[in-house]
């Protein structure tokens, strides 16, 4: 589950996303009605926005329509709880950096390959007619039959246990009674809270056939997420990360959408802030810090709005978007990712 980068870099007290030393998450809206680009100045505004007109086409296909909500799901008492559950409350960035001796590796490992799993199984269930919300009770059933939590349900009163992103939605989508239709392309976002720690993973996947241009797009953004993890290790910078990933973009013609990937562990979102485009933000890796690599490339305009369900981030001009994630833990000559199956 991703973070909206806040305004350009440097990213510091001076910033306006920037609150008492904290980065403020996109579902802080700032006024209805506005936009946001990564090129632009007030790119750290994502809003609470109407959605596309129901007369408007989108390349050929329907736009994105929201579907109905079922009522959230339920989680056995015995199951333990992350702190923000039954709060509905958006917690502030951590400032505290994951850092994790011997023992709590153990657990993040445990936690990250119960994602990975997961995440493995949502994809199986992908095919045209398929409802995101039946994804969705997949995916919770199988997180609490684990004895873990589904980090999402409830977190600043997020309504479900998983994040469906179709088309151009670039994240944080719902699961409803939409169904999947042939030629989609869906990102499934999973996080779980397994032992007081949270795996964070997402993937994109083709529903039924799939044309060339968009599986390109699919492709490339896997590629850009690998080359953001090869510029990790001890001592590397962080801006190496976006330098990595924006070099492989350019070369597509692709744009990168103004979200973060950001530090996990026994917080679901902590510092640092992973930027996957250029940056000037200082900072070193250290051996032993996990973090998530998450970026999302765009086939048209980085520009992008939320609908009024206060989540769902769509792209202004309906460009499709694709989406992978891992989390990474640094170690001295590299890094280990630690959601892959």
């Known amino acids: 589950m991703e973070l909206l980068a806040s305004a350009p870099p440097p990213l510091f007290p001076s910033s306006p996303c920037r609150r008492s030393g904290t980065l403020h998450k996109h579902f802080h809206a700032v006024a209805p009605g506005k936009s946001c680009s990564s090129g632009e100045t007030s790119r750290t505004a994502i809003c609470r926005a109407a959605e596309i007109h129901g007369s408007e086409q989108v390349k050929g296909r ?138 964070d993973t997402s993937r994109t996947y083709f529903c039924g056939e799939v044309d060339e241009p968009t599986k390109q797009l699919v492709k490339v953004t896997e590629e850009c997420m690998l080359r953001g993890i090869s510029a990790c290790k001890h001592g590397a910078s962080f801006k190496t990360i976006g330098e990595r990933i924006s070099e492989h ?39 032993g810090q996990t973090f998530t690599i998450e970026p999302t490339l765009s086939m048209g305009s980085t520009r992008c709005e939320v609908w009024d369900d206060g989540w769902t981030a769509i792209t202004v001009d309906g460009s499709l978007n694709a989406q992978f994630e891992h989390t990474v833990l640094v170690t001295v000559d590299g890094a280990e990712v630690l959601t892959e199956c």
């Open 62 to 199: 329907e736009p994105l329509r929201r579907g109905t909500v079922s009522p959230r799901l339920k989680v056995p008492d015995h199951i333990p709880r992350p702190p923000y559950d039954g709060t509905d409350h958006v917690p502030d960035v951590n400032p505290d950096r994951q850092m994790h001796d011997s023992e709590s590796i153990v657990r993040m490992r445990a936690a990250c390959k119960l994602a990975a799993r997961v995440l493995q199984y949502a994809g199986t269930l992908v095919k045209p007619s398929m409802t995101t919300d039946e994804i969705d009770r997949a995916v919770h059933r199988m997180i609490i039959d684990a004895g873990a939590y589904p980090s999402p349900l409830g977190y600043g009163g997020f309504p479900k246990s998983v994040c469906t992103s179709v088309n151009e939605c670039i994240c944080h989508g719902i699961p409803d009674s939409r169904a999947l239709r042939d030629g989609d392309i869906i990102n499934i976002d999973v996080t779980v809270y397994l032992n007081g720690y949270h795996g």
């Open 249 to 287: 973009v350019n070369r597509y013609g692709y744009s990168v959408d103004p979200f973060v990937g950001h530090g996990v562990g026994t917080i679901f979102h902590s510092e640092p802030i992973i930027w996957h485009t250029y940056d000037y933000e200082p900072g070193f890796m250290v051996a």
